[in-house]
């Protein structure tokens, strides 16, 4: 089997060097030789390690995906625009596309897959969703039969580290953010993964493997970690959690298609398994009717655990093509997202007052007001000025909205942090 590799920066390299070591164990195990028939870059005299054969590596990328002898192409140079072009070319030239790239698959995969589909070829994209954690096939395959409930987890490695060193050191934000840069954790542009893009292009994937329904990025609603503060993680300190940012995909009540998608910071109590998952650790909950819970969890990213998802799916392609098959297929519906009147959760809430009498009454008779009941609430005093947080019972989402919105209008209030999500020892 020859293949094409487009792009050889951290995983293609290591893509590189993992084919060449298990040479071996690959052709033992698949009954298939993989044979390296070039590698496309962009720029020819940028470093390459050792490993690399210069006398494959070329520029002209139409020519790789055209020539004939080569039977399955791997994107694994990121970005949606050119790396779209070629993977449909490369599918049209009748080549399986191996791919790791999670922003091109959350804007494009129905379209790939259909388009795979009708050329008879494979897309594969296990690394796309926690690098190195085998969870697309286990939901593809080993989990087909299963009426899924829940995928919930932690699927952003640098927005993990970085809420780790607060949690961890007390750091703020932004000397946990400069940290990760300077561990390599975090790109020097760091918006996709603290905006929550990264994850919420990951929850899309998920969600429409989960559940075969049709989740596109622009479905899931996401916010990122970049208002997480100090003062937030000393709250959940002092009560018993951690903050970790989640990306949830759930499918809400029996007999409804309802989903709900989305990537949030939340609070986690220490004693839930999502919370002992450090730095750039990865880990995902399933839960199903029937296998009930289970636990993915290990390397989301990095070049060596995510070239391994590669190999494997590389492998399955070269499976498929030498007995003319395919992975099987479903046809997919669109989403239905559930409607937020629909949603209801445990909310910590921030409230900034002047510290004057009658404020606090004045505060809580907005929750009383709107349906939001209290479970607990702390007061921070300085100067003269007070910080409010409130734990909220399981409440309505859009009644929190309007407590929020409500409580703005109120002259005592300075400012107010969004709700963050508050995850409970069952959840
Ligand atoms: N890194 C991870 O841990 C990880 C984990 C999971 C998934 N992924 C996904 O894997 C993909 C690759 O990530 P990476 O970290 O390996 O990226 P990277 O280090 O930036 O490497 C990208 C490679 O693609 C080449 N390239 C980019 N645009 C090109 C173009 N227009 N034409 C030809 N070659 C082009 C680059 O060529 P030059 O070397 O000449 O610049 C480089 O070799 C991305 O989709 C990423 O989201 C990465």
């Not at 009540?253 to 750039?280: I, M, Q």
Request: hydrophobic share 45%.
């Amino acid at each position: 089997m020859r293949l094409g590799l487009l792009g050889c920066g951290n995983v293609g390299s290591s893509l590189v060097k993992l084919i060449f070591e298990n040479q071996g164990s690959i052709k033992e195990k698949s009954g298939e030789s993989i044979e390296l028939a070039a590698i496309v870059i962009r720029d020819p005299k940028a470093f390459r390690p050792n490993w690399i054969p210069k006398e494959l590596l070329t520029t002209d990328v139409m020519a790789v995906i055209n020539d004939p002898s080569i039977d399955v192409i791997v994107e694994v140079m990121g970005g949606i625009h050119p790396a779209k072009e070629y993977v449909e070319a490369a599918l049209l030239a009748k080549k399986s596309v191996v791919t790791a790239n999670k922003a091109l698959l959350a804007e494009s995969y129905f379209e790939l897959e259909e388009l795979a589909d009708s050329v008879g070829r494979d897309i594969f994209f296990e690394a796309a969703v926690a690098g190195g954690i085998p969870l697309i096939r286990s939901l593809r395959v080993s989990l087909a039969g299963e009426k899924l409930k829940r995928v919930i987890g932690i699927v952003n490695g640098t927005t993990n580290f970085i809420l780790t060193r607060m949690d961890e050191e007390g750091l703020s934000y932004d000397v946990a953010l400069e940290l990760a840069r300077q561990l390599g954790y975090a790109e020097a542009d760091p918006r996709a993964d603290i905006e929550g893009i990264d994850a919420a292009s990951k929850a899309a994937i998920l969600a429409s493997i989960a559940f075969g329904k049709k989740v596109r990025f622009k479905d899931v609603s996401r916010e990122g970690i970049t208002k997480v503060t100090a003062s937030d993680f000393e709250f959940a300190r002092r009560h018993g959690y951690t903050i970790k940012l989640l990306a949830l995909c759930e499918r809400l009540f029996e007999n409804e298609e309802f989903l709900d998608v989305r990537v949030f910071p939340a609070l986690v109590p220490k004693t839930h398994p999502l919370a002992s998952v450090r730095d750039a650790f990865n880990a995902i909950f399933v839960e199903g009717d029937a296998v009930g819970e289970l636990m993915f969890y290990g390397r989301g990213a990095g070049g060596a655990p995510t070239a391994s998802a590669v190999l494997g799916d590389i492998m399955d392609a070269a499976h498929n093509l030498r007995f003319g098959s395919t992975e099987r297929r479903i046809e997919r519906k669109d989403v239905v997202m559930a409607p937020v009147e629909r949603l209801s959760g445990s909310f910590l809430i921030a409230v900034d007052v002047n510290d004057a009498p009658g404020v606090l009454a004045q505060v809580a008779t907005v929750f009383g007001e709107n349906g939001v009941s209290i479970n607990s609430m702390e007061q921070l005093g300085f100067m003269n000025q007070a910080r409010l947080i409130f734990l909220t019972h399981d409440s309505l989402e859009q009644d929190v909205i309007n407590t929020l919105a409500k409580l703005e209008e109120l002259d005592c209030v300075r400012s107010l942090r969004q709700a963050m999500r508050v995850l409970s020892e069952e959840d």
